[in-house]
């Protein structure tokens, strides 16, 4: 256990120009969370489980055509329209920034996916079952769900944790293993940055496309990114006019209130679709 | 002015007892097949409980299916019994006295098969203890600080409906006190003990009936809010889900109360119609109440109409994709445009041309045609409001889905129907179904002297 654990925002930004919709993220999360085997069948009855999952639309007609992806996980966000919901508290919003799922408190009312705009909540239909080879295979930090339960990405919070204890209890550099000096073993966004935290996605993303940090960093060029979206917020409050065409940051869903911590930066297409009509 | 001869005192206990007294051949057999359907639905269940939620339709868009559909549906049923006794009642109108037992036995009884729905519908009803029953002596972490969301329309909606069922059985057991005595001086043996116990001691002196009509009065009374907020919180399970385009309307809550209505209402003429043929009840569900109930409905109907339209129109004037992705779901696309056509039909359309007419309205087949269509049509209701609305939930088309109830989740919701008739044949075996004592107070008002040329009531309510 860590003693002085500092409030953390947590944040993470998509940026669409770079996402080559390779799945790699999708992959990378299977392996980490201990999420069953999608099979076929799963797919078939629209059950997968897919913590992040990569949309991929058609812009333009044949044979004008653009793939677009988008990935999609849970969105963290701060009025999470899940949250409300639950009957039983199994789903609430930590101090870090983090929407958090309690499997063992959840009862399965359902209703926190039913209410979530982004469709990012994963409903075990079946007891999950892996093939006897992946059994050793298991991230020892993840609670295997049972059947009935919700469960949703929670941005690798057992990476977090893992962090926080090897910055203050181990005091090792992660990336060079060198030990921390012992006043400097705070859990503040300068120890908790990228080597020591950061969601299986995001470490696995080959072009980048996603970045994560504490929104308090003032380091990175993340918290520039939620600034403007929170000032884009702000404005629409006060009634003002967003310059959407001139802006590159968006939330997803916005107008439905949620203000996810979760930023995309639109795609700047350098050859559009040629939408005329031949 | 009734229809209709006098009758005797003594002859509406014979009557009316008919049911309690005598044991007709067809009781045992309608009990053993509607049971072997509950014993069927039962083992889907179990089915369910065992395999898990696989083995229904339900999927990622559309977490909420049948079950939550006929969970509404079943509390829609119930509103007819606070429709028929305690508003009628404190209106005064005469005609509800034969209907008010039977509506409200319907409504005990429908609660309960509604809230078996939520239990199922969590897939592992033992945990439901931590959502519903947050009693002192149930292991609730209080400890730890951990209370049920108050926030969460799904504990109001079990407050609202726990009170509704409490106040129900309240009421019909007041009601049925002095029935119950009578009961008590016509038995023997055992049912004479369990009579005697539940009428309480009842003499039938002024002091008591005094007090019996007050304690009536005083329910429907306070009944009253309990059944506008019933219908409206269960509407709110769906109208406060900010997420759901098509689900996030103000109008849900008068909407779903007419419509509860509308369904009730229906529900009881059916079976008022249904124990006028059984037990031969002419004298006393006469086409007149039927008639009274069908010009009720008609106004009832054309309320729920007009919330229906205005829930479209509130759609559509919004213009918003998503909102639209929905309506052309519902309108649009085969099947389900279909089953919407079918829908209004039988909601509406069919049944208030039937009630329009007197002689179709005294007519008891194309009454009960009329009453059968209603509730199709306000099952389906719910249905297409439930699944259409999460197959098109936001604008996330990747995520778009249907939704194909299974094989368990159908013998599921035919045996809840199978649940309530079995549950009203078998009351029907230990209780009168028309108040003895309502039907005689009916008697006595209607007594009329002819003084001179003019005819007046006898009887004078001094209230």
Redesign the interface.
């Known amino acids: 256990m860590v003693t002085q654990r500092e409030n953390h925002k947590w944040g993470m930004v998509v940026d669409l120009d770079r996402c080559t919709g390779c799945q790699a993220c999708v992959v990378a999360c299977q392996a980490e969370n201990n999420i069953p085997i999608n099979t076929q069948s799963y797919f078939q009855q629209r059950r997968a489980y897919e913590w992040i999952r990569i949309e991929r639309y058609w812009e333009g007609e044949f044979p004008n055509v653009k793939a677009r992806f988008i990935p999609i996980l849970c969105q963290h966000c701060e009025n999470a329209p899940c949250e409300p919901v639950c009957p039983v508290f199994a789903t609430y919003h930590n101090d870090e920034g983090l929407n958090v799922q309690v499997y063992n408190r959840c009862i399965g009312t359902r209703y926190c996916s039913v209410n979530c705009p982004y469709t990012v909540r994963f409903f075990n239909f079946w007891q999950p079952q892996w093939p006897d080879r992946f059994r050793n295979q298991l991230n020892p930090d993840v609670t295997v769900r049972t059947r009935g339960v919700m469960e949703k990405c929670t941005f690798c919070v057992q990476r977090l944790r893992r962090g926080e204890v090897n910055v203050e209890r181990r005091g090792l550099e992660p990336l060079t293993g060198e030990r921390i000096p012992v006043a400097d073993r705070k859990l503040n966004y300068r120890q908790m940055k990228e080597g020591n935290y950061m969601p299986a996605c995001v470490q696995a993303c080959p072009t980048n496309a996603l970045q994560f940090a504490d929104q308090h960093d003032e380091t990175g060029p993340v918290k520039a990114i939620f600034e403007e979206a929170n000032g884009q917020i702000e404005t629409r409050e006060h009634g003002g006019h967003v310059d959407e065409a001139h802006t590159r940051v968006y939330r997803l869903f916005e107008e439905v209130g949620t203000k996810p911590n979760l930023i995309y930066l639109k795609k700047v297409d350098a050859f559009p679709v040629d939408k005329r009509p031949r | 002015m009734q229809e209709g001869t006098p009758l005797q005192s003594r002859q509406v206990n014979r009557e009316l007892l008919v049911s309690i007294l005598n044991s007709p051949k067809w009781f045992w057999m309608v009990i053993s097949v509607l049971g072997l359907i509950v014993l069927i639905a039962m083992s889907a269940a179990g089915v369910l409980i065992n395999?898990?939620?696989?083995v229904?339709g339900?999927?990622?868009?559309v977490?909420?299916g049948f079950f939550i559909t006929n969970f509404v549906f079943w509390i829609g049923i119930s509103h007819a019994g606070v429709m028929l006794s305690a508003i009628l009642r404190l209106s005064k109108a005469e005609w509800r006295r034969p209907a008010t037992r039977a509506a409200e036995i319907l409504t005990v009884f429908s609660l309960l098969t509604a809230m078996l729905m939520?239990l199922i519908?969590?897939?592992?009803p033992w945990?439901?203890v931590?959502?519903i029953y947050t009693l002192p002596f149930v292991p609730y972490d209080y400890a730890r600080g951990?209370?049920?969301?108050v926030?969460?329309?799904?504990?109001w909606d079990p407050s609202a409906v726990y009170t509704y069922l409490t106040s129900s059985i309240l009421f019909v057991l007041v009601a049925l006190i002095p029935d119950f005595a009578v009961l008590r001086d016509r038995t023997t043996g055992l049912s004479h003990r369990i009579y005697g116990m539940l009428a309480m001691g009842w003499q039938g002196n002024p002091r008591q009936w005094k007090l019996q009509i007050i304690a009536g009065v005083l329910l429907s009374a306070l009944i009253l809010p309990v059944f506008v907020s019933v219908h409206s919180i269960v509407s709110w399970?769906f109208g406060?889900?900010?997420?759901?385009k098509s689900w996030h309307s103000t109008i849900f809550a008068p909407y779903f109360v007419v419509g509860a209505v509308h369904s009730g209402v229906s529900a009881v003429a059916l079976v008022l119609i249904v124990l006028r043929y059984i037990y031969g009840w002419q004298n006393y569900i006469r086409h007149e109440h039927i008639d009274a109930l069908g010009r009720l409905l008609v106004v009832v109907a054309t309320g729920w109409f007009y919330f229906f339209v205005m829930e479209v129109v509130f759609g559509f004037y919004g213009r918003e994709a998503d909102e639209i992705a929905v309506r052309n779901l519902q309108f649009m696309v085969s099947p389900w445009n279909i089953w919407m056509i079918i829908f209004v039909g039988i909601t509406y359309f069919l049944p208030v041309s039937i009630w329009l007419s007197r002689s179709c309205r005294r007519n008891l087949w194309i009454m009960s045609v009329a009453c059968i269509s209603v509730n199709i049509g306000m099952w389906l209701e719910r249905f297409l409001i439930i699944v259409p609305g999460?197959a098109r939930?936001?604008?996330?088309?990747?995520?778009w889905?249907t939704y194909r109830p299974s094989l368990v989740e159908w013998l599921i919701v035919i045996g809840t129907f199978a649940m309530v008739s079995m549950l009203m044949v078998t009351i029907a075996k230990v209780v009168p179904l028309i108040p003895l004592y309502d039907i005689k107070e009916g008697e006595i008002l209607r007594t009329e002297i002819k003084i001179g040329r003019v005819t007046v009531p006898a009887t004078f309510r001094e209230d």
Do not use: C, E
């Open positions: 395999q898990g939620f696989g229904t339900l999927n990622r868009p977490m909420w939520p519908h969590t897939g592992r945990r439901t931590y959502w951990i209370w049920p969301n926030r969460t329309p799904l504990v399970d406060m889900a900010v997420s759901v999460l939930k936001q604008l996330l088309t990747f995520d889905y």
